[in-house]
């Protein structure tokens, strides 16, 4: 069993940043991919990022790439999610995942075994 808590979310203004957290505990050993999801309202979940390792390599969905960068802290087992220049379409509830799995498509929610709770980004224009 793997849990997974976000933090970090809240209200900022359109240009801002924000930093998302998201801290693993338990089996965490068996994590080999971390990615990031989000879901506005009345809308369907995404893809936003994902961290696979060893080799830290990342992917992002084309409508972040150059605002936000995904990272991790082993020592810490937490995934970081940088956002700049805040959009108001960014607004949404942001999800964690985790994965036993290095070779999978990040973008697919299926892929992943275990989710966090949320946090939720609002962006005031």
């Known amino acids: 069993q793997v849990q997974l808590v976000e933090s970090g979310g809240g209200l900022v203004q359109a240009g801002g940043s924000l930093r998302l957290s998201c801290a693993a505990s338990g089996r965490t050993f068996s994590i080999y991919t971390m990615g990031w999801f989000r879901q506005a309202p009345g809308k369907e979940r995404e893809f936003v990022a994902a961290?696979?390792?060893?080799?830290?390599?990342?992917f992002y969905a084309d409508a972040v790439k150059g605002r936000f960068t995904i990272s991790r802290d082993n020592t810490k087992n937490t995934v970081y999610l940088q956002i700049d220049s805040l959009k108001p379409e960014d607004a949404a509830v942001y999800y964690c995942a985790s994965a036993s799995r290095f070779s999978i498509r990040t973008g697919v929610a299926e892929n992943y075994d275990y989710w966090g709770q949320g946090t939720q980004v609002t962006v005031s224009s």
């Open positions: 961290i696979k390792w060893p080799g830290s390599s990342t």
